[in-house]
């Protein structure tokens, strides 16, 4: 909701806050930065299960197409996008 937001839904102004969060980091050597849609996860298992999946394949692939093969095996019905950042 606040990207489409702060993108032009005025009608929302008064309700919706429009100003960014920013967040500053320090990542370590084996740091991974996952930036992805909705669609990674899916809505017929707990998020900490998935979050413990997505973890296991980042760690040994490093690789967000074998994410996105998982999510879309795991009946996603969302869109996916997966951006991943690592050292």
Known sequence: IQ???SLGDN???GIINKTPEIFKVKFGQESLLLIGSDGLLSP???HLNQIE???KILIN???VKKLIESALNEGSVDNI???LYYR
Request: zero cysteines.
């Open 81 to 83: 996008t997966a951006i």
């Open 11 to 13: 009608i929302f102004g």
């Open 53 to 55: 999946l997505i973890r």
């Open 61 to 63: 692939n490093k690789n």
């Open 3 to 5: 990207l489409t937001s």
């Open 44 to 46: 017929k298992d707990t």
